[in-house]
Every structure is written in C-alpha cells, then in structure tokens.
C-alpha cells in the first residue's frame, strides 16, 4: 500500500481455482481485498462458503471481501460522468472502486455530446468535483469537450463500446490521447478501476 | 461531366513533365480543368508561358486554367467550418474547388471545441447553409458537436494535423465515422476536393 | 430532434434490463423510437407486453414502437443499392431507418462489380434517384463504379462481410475513403442507420 | 482560462505567416502566450522585432511572449523524471510549460529501469513530489516501476524514442496504458505540455 | 534460373559502393543483369565506365547491363493496364523486365474505373493478352473491374499512389485481395519487377 | 462465366434461408452451382430434399449441386502443396475447387520448411505441375523455398493457422507478398477457392 | 531431431481425428512426442485407449506420449520467472516442454514490477539460474527489470493477458523487443514451447 | 556490467551535444564506451580531438573509444549469417558489438533462401558456430530455414529493408516470432547490437 492504493484481483483470465486460492488466503488473513472482472459465472462458480465471503455487484462486475470502509472515514471529491447507458459498466467499476477505497461518487450518466444540452444541463454539478473520470465509448467527443469546461483534473476512460471503426474502443482512446483540451489525463480501455486509484492518489494529496 | 462533378488531377505523385502535358492539352482544348495537390515548387517549375495559364493559390495548393465559372452563375449556400488555423489549407482545398465548380463558401475557423463558446458565438451562421463541410484534425470532435447543432449534412474531413496518435490524421477519421450524431458523413484525411465534390452533388438537387 | 433527424437506441452493449426500460420510458410519454442492433434472443428475453409495443424486424434487427409515420407524408426519392445478398442485413437497416422518418426506399440488390452487367441492367433506375444509399463488403469496388456513373450524391456503407483482409469491413471502408470517384460519402462500416439518417438530412434540404 | 490552464500554440502544422500574427496580436493585447513544437528555423524566419518578444529554448522547441510569470508566485510541488538523455527535450517542453504557468520543476534524468539502482538513488527524492510527470520511450518499463514505488500521481508521456517497433513511441504509450501499477495516467506521445497543463490542474486543487 | 526468371538487384538500400561492385562482377563474367529501383542520382554517382555499361530508363528506375535479348526470340502475349498517370513508373517497371525477359509488353493506360467508358474503349484489345498485370492506386477499384471482364489471369499491382487511408498502398493491396472476382492475383505494393517475373512463369508454360 | 471461372457462392455470411433460396434456384434451372465455407451446422439446418441437392465435403466446407465435370474432360497440371496438416481445411477447398471445374489436382501435404528434407524428398513430383498452389499458415517460409526451386507459377495461399503475431493469417500473407523469390503470387488469407479460380484461368491458356 | 529439438504437435488448429491419428503413428512407432495446445475437451473426445497413452497436464494444456525421459538425465539450469497467476499457463507450457526435454525447471510466480520487493526477494534465486525464461503480460515491464539484473540470458515470452491496448499480448511483445537492456531475447505471444526449444538448445551447448 | 553486457550509447536521438559530452565523460574516466547509430555527419560534427578518441566504422555507424579488447582475451563461437547485401549494415553492427565485447565473428553472407544452394554450400560452417546471429529483410525465410538445419541456437534480426508490406521490418519480425522451426530467438528490427548481447550473455555461461 505504498503507492496509496492496494493492488486489485484481475479476473479475467484467473482459474475459478486461483480466484478462490487468493479469496481464502485474504480471508483467513483478515485482508480487505477488491476483485475486478469477476464474471457473474465465475461467482457462481465458488464454493457458496466463498461466495459468502463476497460483497459482489454484477453490473461493474467486481466483489470485495473484508466488508466496507471504516464508518465515518468516507470523503467525497471524486464524479464520474458518463456519456450513455452503454457505458455504466465501466462508470460502475470506477465508483465500486472508489467506493471501496473510502470514496462515495455520484454517476452522472447520458450526457453524450450529440445532445449538447444534456451535458449543460448538468454542467454545475460536475464543476464541483476535485476530480472528474469521464466514460464514453464510441467516438469519445465527451473528453475533449468536457474538459474544455471544467478547471479539475479529468481522467478519461475511453468505453470497448461501439463497432467498425469503435469496436474495441480504440477510436475513443485515441480521441482521449489527442484531445486538444489542455491536460487531460488517460487510461486503458474500460480501465474504470485504474482511473479511481488514479483519482484516490490525487485526493491523498488534497486536504479536505 | 455524367456525375455532376468533373475529375481533377491529382499533382501529388505526377512527375512536373506529365503535370505541363496535361495542362497544355486542357488548354489547347479550351477546357477548364482544376489541379490539386500541386507544391509551389512544382508550379516554379512549370515553363513561364504554361505558368500564365494557371490560377494559382499556395495555401490550398490548387490552381485552375480556362478562367473563373461563367458570370452571374455564382451559387452559395455551402459552408465551411474549420476547428483551427492549422486546418486552413485542407479547408482552402474544399473551397477553392468549390470557387472552380461555381460555388461561393465562406470559411468560418478557429471555432474548435476545446473552448465551446467559440463554437457557440458562429452558430447561427452556420445555422444558415444547406450543406456543412467541417475540417479537424487532433481529435476531431468537432465533427459530432457541430453535426448535433445543424439540420443540414455535414461532411466531415479529418486534417492531418498533429502527433502522436494523431499523426496522420486517422485518430480524427475515426472520430468522424464512428461519431454518436447521427448523420455525419465523412471523406478521406485531408481531401477537401472530394467534400467540395460531394457538396456540389447535393447542391445539384437543390433548386434554389 | 434539432437536427432533422432523431437518435435511436443502440442496442448492441445495453444489458435487457436497460433496454425494457428505455422503451417503457418512451412507450409512456408517446415517444415514437427507433431501436437498433436489437438481436431477436434481446427480443425474447423482453416481457411479452413490452415486446408487444415493439414492430420488430429480424432481418435489419430494427424495431420501432410508437406506429408508423403518419399516413400520407412518406416521401420517396433516396434508393438503396447493394452488392450481394450478404450485403442485405446493413441495407435492410437503412431502409428500415428511413421507413421510421418517413421515407420508402427500394433495395437493389446483387449487383456487384464482378459481374458489371448485372449493375448495367439497374442503371437507369438508380440514376432515377436524388441520393444513393450504397452497401458493399469485400473490397467494396462497387462504390467508385457506381459514384462514376450517377450525378446524385452516393453514401458508401462498407459491410463488415468478408474474411482474410477484409473481415471487419476495413478494406471496402478504405476503398470508400480513397475511391477516385469525386464525391464519393462514407459512413462507419455496417452503418446503414447513419446512411439513412444522411440521406433525410439531405432531403430535408429539398424540397419535392 | 475557465479551465485553469490556457491552450498554447502548437507550431508544427503552422506556416510563418501564421505564427507571426498569433505572436503579433498576443504581444498587441498584453496577452502571454505559450508556442511549442517552435523549431529553431521556424524562428529563424521570424520577423527580428518579432523574434525580440519571445523568450525561447531550443531544446524544448518552447516560447513565449509576456515575460515570466509575477515574481513571488512561483510554486513547486511538480517533478520530472527522464529515463534517458533522449528524452530530455520532452521533459523541457513539461518543465517550460510548467514554467510559464507559474511552477518550478526540477528534471531528474538517466535512471532508465535498465540500471535499477540508478532510480533507486534518486528515489526519495522523487517520493518528495506531489506530482510526478515521467518521461521514457524504448518500452516505458519506467512507468509501471515508478508508479509501483511513489504514492504521489504520476503522469507518463511516452516520448517517440526508438526504432523498430518502439519507432514512434507507441511501444512505450502502449506500456504506460496496460500497466499493472494501479492508478498511473498517460498523455499523447510527446506531450509534455500536456502533462505539464495536467499537473497543473491537480495543483490547482491542492493548496499548499 | 533453375525457376525460369533470374534474380536482379534491388538497389533500394543498396550503398553506391556496393551496387558498383555488382555490376562490374556481372560485366566481367559477360552475365546479363537486371537493377531495379536505381535511382537517377545513384546512376549519376557510379563511374562513367561503369554507367556506360547501362541500359538506364529514369522512369521506371530499372537499368540492365549485357545488351537486349537475343534477336528474333522476343515474345509477346502479355499486357500491362495502368489506371492513371501516376501508376507509369511501376507500370513501367513491370514493362522494362518483361523487356530484359524477352517480352514485348504494351502499356494502356488512363483507364480507371471512375470513368467507366474508358476502359471500356480498350476492352477487345486487353481480351487479347494471355496475361494481364493491372497497376492501380487510391483504392485499387480497376482490378476487380477487370478480372470480372477478362478471361486470362489477371495480376494486380498496388501502387502506392494517394493519400489518407491509401498512402503507401495498403488500400489498393487489401482491394486486390479481398476481390470479389474470382481468380485475381496479387503481388506487393509496388512490385512491377515481381509482377512481370510471374507473368514469364506463366507465358513459359505456354507454348506459342 | 465470361471469366473463364463461374462465381461460387460464399456462404459465410448468408442466413440458412438465403442459402436455400439460392440452391433450389440453381438446382431448378439445372445449373450447377459451387458453395463455399459452408459450416456442417449449416448443411444440418437445410431442408432434407435440398441437402439431397448437394455433394458436400465438410472439410473443405465445399459442395455444389448440379453433379460432377462431363466424364472425359477432367484435366490435370495443377498440384497442391501444404506445409502442415492444420492447412488441409485450405488445400482442400482448393482441391475441391478445381475438381469442380474439371481438374484433379494431388494434395502434397506435411512439407514445411522447418524439416527442410521432407520438401526435398518431394521435389521432384512438385516440379511435374505447370501451376503450383502452396498452402502455409504461422509464417509462411514454405512460399519463398518453394518458389526457388520451381519453374512453375506459384500462387500462395496464407492460411489463418497459428497464433500470437500468426493470429489470423498477416505474418504468412506478408511473407508471400515480400517474398524474396521473384514471381510469386498471392491471394488472399484461406482464399483456396481463389487459388484454384486463378489456376484454372492459367490453364485455359494453357493448351494439352 | 538434427537441431537438439525434436518438433511438437500444435493441436490448436487440428481436428480431432487428425490428433489422434498422429498419437496412434507415434505410438505405435514408439516414438516420445509432444502435443501443445490439446484443450481439455479435445481430449475428452479421444477413444480411451488413446487418452490412456498420454501423460496430459490440463493447466498448460500439455500431453506427450511415450514415457518420461530416462531416469538418471534430468538436467537443470533453466529457471522460470512470471509475473503474476495468470502467467501461469504459459509458464506451465514452458516448465512441461522442459521436462519432456529432460530439464527441471522450477517456476517463481507474482513476482511482478508493479510490486518491486516480491522480485527483489527472489533474485539471488533466479541469479543462478544459467537460462532464464521469463512470461508477463500486460505491459511487460518485468522483462526490462529482470533482464538489468541477471548476467544469464533471457528469453521473455509475452502472455496474451490484460485488456484494452494488451489484449492479445502485443504491448508485452513490443516491450520485450524494445527493451532497453541489453541482450533480451523474444519468442510469439504465449510461446512457451519455443522459449523451452531454445533454453534447451543453449543448454545443449553448455556442458555441466 | 552486472548483466555481463555493458550498456551502449544509442546516438540516433541524441544531439552532438549531448554525444560529446558523453564521450568526453567516459574518455577522462579511461572508461571504454561502444556507440551505436552514429550516422556519419553527426561524427564529422565533432570537435577534432574528440574525434580522434573514437574508433569508428561508417558501415555498422558503431564507434567505441578506449581501444580494442585485452590482447589474447579474444574468443570465438559466434557467427553471423546475412541473406543479402543489403543486410550488411545491420550484420555489421553485431559484428562490431562482438569485437567490442571481445569476440571475433565472421560475417557469411548473401545465404537467402531464394537460391537454397548458396545457404547449403556454407552449411557445414555455420554449423560449427555455437551461437548464430541471422540477419535477413524482405519476408525473413531465412530465419526458419536456418533453424530448422542447425542445433545451436538462432538470433533472428530482422531488417528493415524491403518495401511495401515489408518496410520497416514488421514481415521479417513476424516471420521470425511465427517461425515453425523451434526456438528460434529474436530481438528488435536492426538490432544487431541487441543479438550481439545476447549471444555475449550465451557465451558467458558457456566454458571454452
Ligand atoms: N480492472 C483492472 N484494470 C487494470 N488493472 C487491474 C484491474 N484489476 C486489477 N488490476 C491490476 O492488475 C494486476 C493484476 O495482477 P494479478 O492479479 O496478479 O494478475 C494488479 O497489478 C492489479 O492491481
Ligand atoms: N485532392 C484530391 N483528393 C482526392 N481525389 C482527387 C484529388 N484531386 C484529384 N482527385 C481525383 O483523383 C483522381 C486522380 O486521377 P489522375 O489525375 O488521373 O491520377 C481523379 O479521379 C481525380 O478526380
Ligand atoms: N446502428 C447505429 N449505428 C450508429 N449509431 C447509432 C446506431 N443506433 C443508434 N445510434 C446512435 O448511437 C448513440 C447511442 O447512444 P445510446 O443509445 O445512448 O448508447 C445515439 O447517438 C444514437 O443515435
Ligand atoms: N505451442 C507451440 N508454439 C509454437 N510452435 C509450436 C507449438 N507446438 C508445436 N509447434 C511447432 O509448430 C509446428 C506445428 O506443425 P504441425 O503440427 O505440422 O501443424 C511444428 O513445427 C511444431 O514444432
Ligand atoms: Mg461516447
Ligand atoms: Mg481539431
Ligand atoms: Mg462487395
Ligand atoms: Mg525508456
Ligand atoms: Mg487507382
Ligand atoms: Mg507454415
Ligand atoms: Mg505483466
Ligand atoms: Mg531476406
């Protein structure tokens, strides 16, 4: 925990076996542990005294053990917008993960550029975060716009949504990297757990 | 000329021999004949009296020979918005050919989405042509933001304009195609002809 | 809808859940909407009363609830032409777009560039158009041929059929992009609901 | 401003003429301006009276006009790390943006993950800023080791350093993107002005 | 010549020193030898006894040293289209080694698929050749054209002519393969030498 | 089949309906007809008296309806070489191809260049073929090593076998295209159906 | 086995009835042979007196029949590091082809950079090994680090684990061969069999 | 040198500056230093006793100060075997690196496996080698045909000679990593410093 943040179980390309090794292992150590790409088969998979183990979210499709945060040690600072309702899987990993690292973050979702209005209408809210995480997929004009209107750091988390030229997400990366909105920050691809580490490592040198 | 539009002739790969040859049949025949592409060091080394023959313009590249369009046939109703300076040459392609095929543009720049308000301030000009050509590179994200403000077709050309992932101009292309506005439509990197091309296509339909 | 044309539900990424519920939201309010990409096991899964508001077609995998246009305002004037019968999914969904905004648009299909004939024969019927809707996969050859022969603006949609170097449809997109027919449009590969919505943006433009 | 840092002007797609007026109508207005990716013949060609009003570094490719920032206002806070001598122009052009917006950033260069121990000695050092800006080409295998050692941000720029496949610096963006330490963000390939102007936005944040 | 085409000398990245040593070696051993890619300037810089002992063309950039094929043997059977002006140079490539090979190849060229009738002009003499190699650029439309009208095998030639998604070729390479008419072949981007060595290959199966 | 080579029917991307219609359409004009890449499921899912219609091969995922080439006229000429057994799926639709259009064509399986002896051992009957198909996946070394020691053309077929950078076929496809041994020729990744289209073309001017 | 390395069977791409018609020839010729990428379920589709041959490890998806090398051979020298769990199967491919080589290799795990200590506790370890095989994924820093550190060769392996720009493990390839220190070697994404092969063959030039 | 290989000083981005100083350093601290990418004019722009430190070779562009190996310390085992003359640079700078590293390795080349025999005539020699360095461009064929002959073990370098899909080496690469030969090793595109390295590190652990 040096870095400010724990490192987190990938999932993805885990055995049930290994996932389950790891859980025991926290467990029994009274480690507070995060799982990420945790597929709802795969928690189906555990033995259901693991499974008991688990606060899981099948939408971000993470789990923790170890229960929540200390009560009373909650900050807020930290919003997450995303530009429509194929995105809140990725929003969804990032406020898990914040949620899990002591941070309680609004979505605000289905604020896509091609309805500008949209995002004007919530636009005050959102320049009351110290730090904002932006997800969209497709052609991922919500960064650079997004980031031209607000003085907080902006982390962009380019959505694997979309087909032809999006499919992959590669077309909103790369708007991301090459937004000509000064000083917006990246991540992968549906990375929403590395841009609330991210977040929390810039909120740990913000005093409230 | 079956198509509306008649072919130019592309300098960029034709050796200065072959570009005179062209250019003193076309004369010779009396015919108008418009040239893309083509560097002021190749027109510096077209022979004096073949030079005479050409309207040349080094910011877009493009030169003409047989005279502007017939008097008293000017049309307009076809814009061009640029996102910034750097985007002035592609965008003097578009309208310059437009000018060769009888059609009056104005080119409305540096209105690039990293400051909205700038964008915001034209729109109502922009509000006003049939037919929307928009020029970006870097990101591209004016493209969608422009094409969910405007009732008419916007064809999108992405500039080669800036590093990194964007060099070369593929990360605005994709922006482009894959935009969440609906109706965008897009021509090849830096192909101000071929919007210019496709506008008087359109414009062709449209009676006055 | 300031832009002529509406947003449809994109269906792809959406779980059930979110989709039954976008369509409850505008099935309430009256809200005539589009759905997109809607696969017939997506369908199945929704409630049998939800699924009764939709008219759903499996071909395109397009639906719609909220009724038709309005009976006696459906135009004609856009066409839709397509290389071969793989080709029909992506041309089915642009004629379905374009039925949703009120226009009734013929596919003329199997006329790819192997067999010139066959395009030859359907000639006189597509110049009969004001803007051609074209579908090709492969290496899309078909869009120079035919934006060669035809003075209405054509709107290439690459299809992602193919396999080798031209699986996911990125070859017959660059043969759109770089076709050296002027004025040649491209939308996303498989995009056959942008082509449509271009084609109403161009003919809000004209009047009959 | 509204975003707390102003957009520069990126040189490298600009003509002379352009320059020149940008530059002429900042110095007119009393405006400070920022130039990068300014090359030294691009200065060259300037105007002698207009050369006077910059203050530039050939190493970085920067100017700026409007003279420093107001004496007493000068903050730390930020730090550069450079893998290698490579790179260095890309921490200058990090280090003079910083600089113009009102920061002092020391560069600490040559600790490359190739010869550990040389990071190692630099590293409390390093774990004394509250931001981080890491510069490295080749394969980037800095990022992810600095970002596992500090708690502090650490913002990667993958600079184009390289041949084969890390020619262009994709390799190294690549790195910086899929790393296993939690929480490392990344801007362009090249752009230290975008990480400078990120790095700014998280002071802004932070009192001192 | 075990398999009927020798090898020749690609001079691309060849040093001057090392292109001199080649040929004074075949001269001395009376050994008939094909240079491809030999640039007028590495022409300029060779000693003039060794410059005297070429056959130079600056076109195609191919030189020979040991004298024309023997009288009374050369061949014919096999011709060469090009689709427009810019294509020549690799056309010509492929007419110079038939040439060296023994073959009489004639050039048509101008004849791409844009202007459909242009071709169509010179049909019955392109259905006479027993083998056709086609060169084309942009997005290499031309070849499946062809290959659907003729019934000898036809080679395609990308040239890497255009810009935008067809720089380098790519485009016009992927059409070629991806080819809805049966039986095209390919060689790479450029290859007017390689495409000419196969069309000997074949005419060698083909008695007169 | 102006062509020399009738078009077949590629059934990847066809729904089971669509390939019905076409089958029952040819089978009732009496026309034999040619189906490619049609997966066994597919074949299932037929009506019981269409698949009565059909010789079907479920390795080479060929069939056609319409009985076997007229008794008397089948020729020979052409071989089949494959480097590993993973490419006989490929081989075999080349196979199946040419026994479709009248020629029997020997499958040479098991001699990639790894065991350089076991193509030596084979080299003899190799060299009796006047047109040579070669069929390699991983990276494609087979093309170059064969095409040195053959007189005949060489057309190579990549085929999708392999992993990592041989994923899909690109490593063995650019080796064909790069190859080092003049004239050989390519089609496009798995394309044996191509190969054998080009073949028969070659044979046609080929006489006994 | 004239290269110290006998070739293995790659069943990835084969069918069932050809992976078991090899094991029979071999068996049958009492030949020891090594199979690769056989899936659990494949094996499960053998006839019980096949898979009764075999000696299969699910995890690496190994299985070799004729027996362990003789007793009384067993070498080691060769050392196997990875970075995280999900390495494991490629790890565990390397480690099986070793011992059918007659090598014992063991495996140290999670030692990955993001973490420095894990591996710095483990070096003296890996520092005697004489050949080292290392597997990561995702960005691959591991392989720069390690090889800064060891005197003995490395041979990195890049896994296809991670998402967004790792996917399918080419950032990881990328970082192997960018690398910045000196004298890393590489193999194909998830190659543990060739990483064995070529540990194997500098064994077979040290003596011990 | 813990790694057995001492770091080189890459020129290629550096400035002359910055080049200077470094060989200034090293030559106060009697330290030998190896230079490589050190393009001619950039040696010429050194000051003249600088300069005379240097032992540089403009074909390899490698230059190292501090003279040659310990007399009598010089070993052999490594050989270097380049498929064409264009591949000399590349193979000389591995050279060069050997004789720097204190290792004399004859260069055979002119072995591409387009002509089969040239490789067998000098089988035998290479076969004496304990470590092979293959250098070869175009598609790389060489790689696996040499592997699959030898028992020692193979560095493959790609080079970035060719054109179309083979500039800039990627086809060599992928040809070298998709090899079926087992264990064949690669490094970098025109490494030939790298694989010089590594056979160093080899050779390290083999006892003459
Ligand atoms: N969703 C995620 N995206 C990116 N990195 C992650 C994610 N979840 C976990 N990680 C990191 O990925 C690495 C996984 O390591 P391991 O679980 O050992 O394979 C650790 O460094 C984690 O902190
Ligand atoms: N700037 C341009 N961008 C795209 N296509 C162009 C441009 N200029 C000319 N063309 C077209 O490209 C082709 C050039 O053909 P050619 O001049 O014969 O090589 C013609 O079809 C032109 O209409
Ligand atoms: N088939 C389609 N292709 C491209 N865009 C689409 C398609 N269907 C819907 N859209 C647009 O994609 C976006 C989807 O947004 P949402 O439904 O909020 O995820 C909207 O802007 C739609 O208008
Ligand atoms: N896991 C593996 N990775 C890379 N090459 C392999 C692997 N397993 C086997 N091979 C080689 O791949 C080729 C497979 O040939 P075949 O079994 O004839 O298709 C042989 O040269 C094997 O030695
Ligand atoms: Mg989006
Ligand atoms: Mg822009
Ligand atoms: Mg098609
Ligand atoms: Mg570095
Ligand atoms: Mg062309
Ligand atoms: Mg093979
Ligand atoms: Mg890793
Ligand atoms: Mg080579």
Redesign the interface.
């Known amino acids: 925990r ?7 179980v ?1 999932c ?3 055995s049930g076996t ?1 996932i389950q090794a ?1 859980l025991i292992a926290a467990a029994s150590a009274g480690r507070r542990l995060l799982f990420t ?1 945790l597929e709802p088969a795969a928690v189906e998979a555990l033995a259901p005294e693991c499974r008991a183990l688990l606060d899981y979210d099948p939408i971000s499709r993470t789990a923790w053990c170890g229960g929540p945060p200390p009560a009373g040690t909650v900050r807020d600072g930290v919003g997450i917008v995303a ?4 995105d ?1 899987p990725v929003a969804s990993e990032a406020a898990r993960t914040l949620e899990f690292l002591g941070f309680s973050a609004p979505v605000i979702a289905d604020v ?5 209005w949209r995002l004007m209408r919530r636009l005050e809210e959102i320049r009351g975060f ?2 904002v995480i932006a997800v969209a ?5 919500l ?3 997004l ?9 962009a988390v ?1 959505a ?32 929403g ?2 841009a609330a ?2 977040a ?3 909120m ?4 409230d």
């Open positions: 040096r870095t400010g943040v724990p490192e987190a990938l993805a390309s885990k290994q790891i790409r530009a429509g309702t194929s809140l896509g550029v091609a309805g500008l110290r730090v997929g497709m052609e991922g004009a960064f650079s716009v980031a031209g209107l607000v003085d907080a750091p902006v982390i380019p694997s949504v979309g087909y032809g030229v999006s499919a992959g997400g590669t077309a909103a990366l790369h708007s991301a990297l090459a937004s000509c909105a000064p000083g917006l920050l990246t991540v992968n691809i549906d990375n757990f590395g580490a991210a929390v490592k810039m740990g040198k913000i005093k």
